[in-house]
C-alpha cells in the first residue's frame, strides 16, 4: 500500500466520522406556518405602509408598495393597499391617545398589542384582509470578503469599478452596513406566517482605506436590485424559485 | 512509515474516537463527590440561565406543581443522593414547544408544551427518569469534555494533514468540526440515558407499560404541530431512537412489569396537578398558531373541570381563530354563563356580534365589559363602538 492509497482511506475515514459528528447547518426557512397552509388560509393580503427611515421617504414607500403588491399578485393574491390599515390605524390611535408612555417616553407594550389587536381586526371586517404584510427598509450587518459583500441572496462590489477593482485594488474583509428588504406576514391574529428578507445595496462602501456612505440620491435608484430584492423576500411565498445570478451590466463592462 | 502512520489514525478515527463519550464516575452516594473547576463552571451557567429565565419571565409560577414534580423525582431517585447534599430541582418553563433538559447541577427545566402533552404520572416519570440520568451520569460534563477532546484532536489532525497536502480539506474540515459539532448529547450517551431512565422508573414503582406511550403522544403531536419542533424531544428522529430503545427494554428486560398490577401509573392526580397549565399552555399554542394542539388542552381542561369560565373562553378563541363565528359565539357564552363576570368573555362577544351586524347585542356586551373593566387599556375603543349608530 502507498502514501496515496493510505492518504485516500485517511480522507475517506475522516469525511465518514466527520458525517457522523456533524449536523448540517439548515438554511433559513422563512415559512414560519407550513406554505400549504398560508395558501389555504390567506387569500387577501392587506399591505401596512412601508416603512422605511431615509429622507424623503414617500416615493421610496410607493416604489416598494408597486413592487410588493405586483408580486404578491403574480402569487394570486389579492392586496389590499395601505391606506386601509393605515387610516385604521390612524384611527385606533388618536383613539387610544397614542401607545407611548407619557412619563417614560417609552411604547407601552400591552397599550400596543391591545391596539395591533383591534386593527387587525377591524381591517378583517372591512375589508375581508385574512393576512397583514409588514414591510420595511432596514439596515443590516454585512460581511464583505475579498471586497466582496454578500448578504440576503444578494451581493455587491464594495468598490466602484465592481470586480475589476477587485483584480487591481486592495483588497479587503470586514463588516459593512448594508440595506434590505424585510417582510412580515401575519394572520389576521398576528400570528406569524411567513417573515423573509431580501438584499437591496450597500449603504457604506470602500474608497482606498476608508468607508463611506451612499448618498440618499444614490439610494435605491438601481430598479434591477429593487427589483431582485423583492424576487428575495416573497418569491418562495409565491412558490417561484428565485432566479439564479446574472453579473449585473455595469459589472460587465468593468471587465 | 508516513502510510503506516496514516492508516493508525484512521483506524482510530473509524474506531469511533470522535463519537465516543467521555468516562466520568457517576453522582453517587456511596462515593464523595467533587465538582471540578470546568464543571463548576457548567454549575454557574445553570444559575445564570436561572436569572436570565426569570427575568424574561418564562418561569412558570406554579409553586404546587413545582413540588409535585420534585417529589416524582425525589421518587425516581430512591436513596441514590442520601448524604451527597445533592437534590435535582424541578422547574416549569412557559414554553409550548416539546424540551426537557437537564443542567450539570441538577437542575431539571420542563416545557409547559411537554407536560401539557402528558397522560399520567408514569409517562412523566419516563420523560423525568432520562433527564435524572442525564443528572447522574454527569453527560454535560461527559460532553463537554468529549468536545474539548475534539477541539484538540482537530487541531492535531489539520496539523498533519497540511503536512499531507490535504491542507485545504483540514481547514474546512476543522472549521466545521468545531462549529457544527452536535448539539446536545450524542446517540451513545441518549442510548445510557433512556436505560437507566426506564430502570428508574420500574424501580420506583411505575408501569413500564407507559414508557412507549410517553413517545408515541409525543409523536402523535409532531403531525399536529405548524411548525418543525426545535427542541429534543420535538425531534421526530430522536423521538423514533427513543420509542425504538425503550420497545426493546419493554418488551425485554421489563416485560414482566408491564401492566403488573399495583403498578402506579397515577393519571388522576397528574391531571389535577396540570389543571391549570393546560389551559396556561392552551394560550401560548393559540399564540403561535397550533390550533389543534391548543384545542386538545382546552379539551383535556374541560374534561375535568365542565364548568370551567376559562376553559370555555378559550375554546371560543379556538374556534373563532379557526374561522368558526357560530361555536365560538356559544363557547363565549358559556364562558359568561358560568361566569357572568367574565370581562374578556362580554368583549369578545361584543366584538362578534359587532362583526354579525347585530349592533343592539354588541352594544349590551361591550357595556357589560365597560362596567366590569371600566379602565381596561381598550375601554375608549369599545366606548366608540358602543356610541356607533345602529341600522337605519
Same mark, same amino acid.
Not at chain 2, 214 to 222: G, I, P, Q, R, S
Not at chain 2, 288 to 298: H, N, Q, T
Given at each position: 500500500?502507498?502514501?496515496?492509497?493510505?492518504?485516500?482511506?485517511?480522507?475517506?475515514?475522516?469525511?465518514?466520522?466527520?458525517?457522523?459528528?456533524?449536523?448540517?447547518?439548515?438554511?433559513?426557512?422563512?415559512?414560519?406556518t407550513?406554505?400549504?397552509?398560508?395558501?389555504?388560509?390567506?387569500?387577501?393580503?392587506?399591505?401596512?405602509?412601508?416603512?422605511?427611515?431615509?429622507?424623503?421617504?414617500?416615493?421610496v414607500?410607493?416604489?416598494?408598495?408597486?413592487?410588493?403588491?405586483?408580486?404578491?399578485?403574480?402569487?394570486?393574491?389579492?392586496?389590499?393597499?395601505?391606506?386601509?390599515?393605515?387610516?385604521?390605524?390612524?384611527?385606533m390611535?388618536?383613539?387610544?391617545?397614542?401607545?407611548?408612555?407619557?412619563?417614560?417616553? #417609552?411604547?407601552? =407594550?400591552?397599550?400596543?398589542?391591545? @391596539?395591533?389587536?383591534? $386593527?387587525?381586526?377591524?381591517?378583517?371586517? +372591512?375589508?375581508?384582509?385574512?393576512?397583514?404584510?409588514?414591510?420595511?427598509?432596514?439596515?443590516?450587518?454585512?460581511?464583505?470578503?475579498?471586497?466582496?459583500?454578500?448578504?440576503?441572496?444578494?451581493?455587491?462590489?464594495?468598490?466602484?469599478?465592481?470586480?475589476?477593482?477587485?483584480?487591481?485594488?486592495?483588497?479587503?474583509?470586514?463588516?459593512?452596513?448594508g440595506?434590505?428588504?424585510?417582510?412580515?406576514?401575519?394572520?389576521?391574529?398576528?400570528?406569524?406566517?411567513?417573515?423573509?428578507?431580501?438584499?437591496?445595496?450597500?449603504?457604506?462602501?470602500?474608497?482606498?482605506?476608508?468607508?463611506?456612505?451612499?448618498?440618499?440620491?444614490?439610494?435605491f435608484?438601481?430598479?434591477?436590485?429593487?427589483? #431582485?430584492?423583492? =424576487?428575495?423576500?416573497?418569491?418562495? @411565498?409565491?412558490?417561484? $424559485?428565485?432566479?439564479?445570478?446574472?453579473? +449585473?451590466?455595469?459589472?460587465?463592462?468593468?471587465? | 512509515?508516513?502510510?503506516?502512520?496514516?492508516?493508525?489514525?484512521?483506524?482510530?478515527?473509524?474506531?469511533g474516537?470522535?463519537?465516543?463519550?467521555?468516562?466520568?464516575?457517576p453522582?453517587?452516594?456511596?462515593?464523595?463527590?467533587?465538582?471540578?473547576?470546568?464543571?463548576?463552571?457548567?454549575?454557574?451557567?445553570?444559575?445564570?440561565f436561572?436569572?436570565?429565565?426569570?427575568k424574561?419571565?418564562?418561569?412558570y409560577?406554579?409553586?404546587?406543581?413545582?413540588?409535585?414534580?420534585?417529589?416524582?423525582?425525589?421518587?425516581?431517585?430512591?436513596?441514590?443522593?442520601?448524604?451527597?447534599?445533592?437534590?435535582?430541582?424541578?422547574?416549569?418553563?412557559?414554553?409550548?414547544?416539546?424540551?426537557?433538559?437537564?443542567?450539570?447541577?441538577?437542575?431539571?427545566?420542563?416545557?409547559?408544551?411537554?407536560?401539557?402533552?402528558?397522560?399520567?404520572?408514569?409517562?412523566?416519570?419516563?420523560?423525568?427518569?432520562?433527564?435524572?440520568?442525564?443528572?447522574?451520569?454527569?453527560?454535560?460534563?461527559?460532553?463537554?469534555?468529549?468536545?474539548?477532546?475534539?477541539?484538540?484532536?482537530?487541531?492535531?489532525?489539520?496539523?498533519?494533514?497540511?503536512?499531507?497536502?490535504?491542507?485545504?480539506?483540514?481547514?474546512?474540515?476543522?472549521?466545521?468540526?468545531?462549529k457544527?459539532?452536535?448539539?446536545?448529547?450524542?446517540?451513545?450517551?441518549?442510548?445510557?440515558?433512556?436505560?437507566?431512565?426506564?430502570?428508574?422508573?420500574?424501580?420506583?414503582?411505575?408501569?413500564?407499560?407507559?414508557?412507549?406511550?410517553?413517545?408515541?403522544?409525543?409523536?402523535?403531536?409532531?403531525?399536529?404541530a405548524?411548525?418543525?419542533?426545535?427542541?429534543?424531544?420535538?425531534?421526530?428522529?430522536?423521538?423514533?431512537?427513543?420509542?425504538?430503545?425503550?420497545?426493546?427494554?419493554?418488551?425485554?428486560?421489563?416485560?414482566?412489569?408491564?401492566?403488573?398490577?399495583?403498578?402506579r401509573?397515577?393519571?388522576?392526580?397528574?391531571?389535577?396537578?396540570?389543571?391549570?397549565?393546560?389551559l396556561?399552555?392552551?394560550?401560548?399554542?393559540?399564540?403561535?398558531?397550533?390550533?389543534?394542539?391548543?384545542?386538545?388542552?382546552?379539551?383535556?381542561?374541560?374534561?375535568?373541570?365542565?364548568?370551567?369560565?376559562?376553559?370555555?373562553?378559550?375554546?371560543?378563541?379556538?374556534?373563532?381563530?379557526?374561522?368558526?363565528?357560530?361555536?365560538?359565539?356559544?363557547?363565549?357564552?358559556?364562558?359568561?354563563?358560568?361566569?357572568?363576570?367574565?370581562?374578556?368573555?362580554?368583549?369578545?362577544?361584543?366584538?362578534?356580534?359587532?362583526?354579525?351586524?347585530?349592533?343592539?347585542?354588541?352594544?349590551?356586551?361591550?357595556?357589560?365589559?365597560?362596567?366590569?373593566?371600566?379602565?381596561?387599556?381598550?375601554?375608549?375603543?369599545?366606548?366608540?363602538?358602543?356610541?356607533?349608530?345602529?341600522?337605519?
Amino acid at each position: 500500500m502507498n502514501a496515496r492509497t493510505a492518504m485516500w482511506i485517511f480522507g475517506v475515514a475522516l469525511a465518514v466520522s466527520l458525517c457522523a459528528c456533524a449536523a448540517t447547518t439548515a438554511p433559513y426557512n422563512p415559512f414560519k406556518t407550513p406554505q400549504a397552509e398560508i395558501k389555504n388560509k390567506v387569500k387577501v393580503v392587506a399591505l401596512a405602509p412601508v416603512s422605511v427611515g431615509v429622507d424623503n421617504p414617500d416615493p421610496v414607500k410607493a416604489k416598494f408598495e408597486a413592487l410588493v403588491t405586483a408580486k404578491l399578485q403574480e402569487g394570486g393574491f389579492t392586496v389590499v393597499p395601505s391606506t386601509e390599515y393605515g387610516a385604521i390605524w390612524k384611527q385606533m390611535t388618536e383613539t387610544l391617545g397614542g401607545f407611548f408612555d407619557p412619563m417614560t417616553g #417609552k411604547r407601552d =407594550d400591552q397599550k400596543f398589542k391591545t @391596539l395591533r389587536q383591534h $386593527a387587525m381586526r377591524e381591517l378583517a371586517a +372591512k375589508t375581508n384582509a385574512d393576512g397583514l404584510m409588514e414591510i420595511a427598509i432596514v439596515p443590516v450587518k454585512v460581511s464583505f470578503n475579498i471586497d466582496h459583500a454578500r448578504w440576503h441572496g444578494t451581493d455587491e462590489y464594495m468598490r466602484s469599478g465592481g470586480a475589476w477593482a477587485m483584480f487591481f485594488g486592495p483588497q479587503t474583509s470586514g463588516t459593512t452596513t448594508g440595506l434590505s428588504l424585510y417582510v412580515d406576514l401575519s394572520d389576521i391574529n398576528d400570528v406569524d406566517m411567513y417573515i423573509n428578507f431580501g438584499g437591496i445595496q450597500l449603504l457604506s462602501k470602500l474608497s482606498g482605506n476608508q468607508f463611506y456612505q451612499i448618498s440618499r440620491q444614490e439610494l435605491f435608484n438601481d430598479e434591477e436590485r429593487n427589483h #431582485k430584492a423583492v =424576487d428575495i423576500a416573497l418569491n418562495p @411565498l409565491i412558490g417561484k $424559485a428565485i432566479e439564479p445570478e446574472k453579473p +449585473k451590466a455595469s459589472e460587465e463592462k468593468s471587465y | 512509515m508516513v502510510a503506516r502512520s496514516l492508516l493508525l489514525l484512521s483506524s482510530l478515527i473509524s474506531a469511533g474516537w470522535s463519537c465516543a463519550p467521555v468516562a466520568l464516575p457517576p453522582i453517587d452516594s456511596s462515593k464523595s463527590f467533587q465538582v471540578g473547576a470546568d464543571e463548576k463552571k457548567l454549575w454557574d451557567q445553570s444559575e445564570i440561565f436561572r436569572q436570565r429565565l426569570e427575568k424574561a419571565g418564562l418561569a412558570y409560577e406554579d409553586p404546587e406543581l413545582e413540588q409535585y414534580l420534585n417529589s416524582v423525582a425525589a421518587r425516581l431517585l430512591g436513596g441514590r443522593l442520601q448524604g451527597t447534599n445533592l437534590a435535582p430541582k424541578v422547574k416549569v418553563v412557559k414554553d409550548p414547544f416539546l424540551s426537557a433538559f437537564t443542567f450539570a447541577d441538577g437542575s431539571i427545566y420542563f416545557h409547559t408544551g411537554l407536560l401539557a402533552r402528558m397522560e399520567n404520572e408514569a409517562q412523566l416519570a419516563t420523560i423525568m427518569g432520562h433527564e435524572l440520568a442525564h443528572f447522574l451520569h454527569r453527560d454535560s460534563m461527559r460532553e463537554l469534555r468529549h468536545k474539548e477532546s475534539r477541539r484538540a484532536s482537530a487541531r492535531v489532525l489539520q496539523g498533519v494533514l497540511i503536512l499531507t497536502a490535504l491542507g485545504m480539506f483540514a481547514d474546512t474540515a476543522s472549521d466545521a468540526w468545531v462549529k457544527t459539532a452536535v448539539e446536545g448529547y450524542s446517540k451513545e450517551i441518549e442510548a445510557e440515558a433512556d436505560k437507566a431512565g426506564i430502570r428508574a422508573m420500574v424501580e420506583s414503582g411505575y408501569d413500564p407499560g407507559e414508557v412507549l406511550p410517553a413517545f408515541t403522544v409525543l409523536k402523535t403531536d409532531w403531525n399536529e404541530a405548524k411548525v418543525k419542533e426545535p427542541y429534543f424531544y420535538g425531534s421526530i428522529a430522536l423521538l423514533q431512537e427513543r420509542i425504538d430503545n425503550n420497545s426493546q427494554l419493554v418488551s425485554g428486560e421489563y416485560q414482566r412489569q408491564v401492566n403488573e398490577p399495583g403498578r402506579r401509573v397515577n393519571a388522576e392526580e397528574y391531571t389535577a396537578r396540570i389543571h391549570r397549565l393546560l389551559l396556561d399552555n392552551a394560550v401560548l399554542d393559540l399564540e403561535v398558531g397550533r390550533l389543534r394542539l391548543a384545542e386538545s388542552s382546552i379539551a383535556k381542561h374541560l374534561a375535568t373541570d365542565p364548568q370551567s369560565p376559562q376553559g370555555h373562553f378559550l375554546m371560543g378563541e379556538f374556534y373563532r381563530r379557526s374561522g368558526n363565528n357560530e361555536e365560538a359565539v356559544k363557547a363565549y357564552a358559556r364562558a359568561v354563563a358560568f361566569d357572568a363576570q367574565y370581562a374578556d368573555a362580554h368583549r369578545e362577544l361584543g366584538l362578534m356580534y359587532r362583526a354579525m351586524a347585530r349592533p343592539a347585542d354588541a352594544r349590551a356586551e361591550f357595556e357589560k365589559y365597560l362596567v366590569l373593566r371600566p379602565k381596561a387599556v381598550d375601554a375608549p375603543i369599545i366606548e366608540r363602538y358602543v356610541a356607533e349608530p345602529g341600522p337605519q
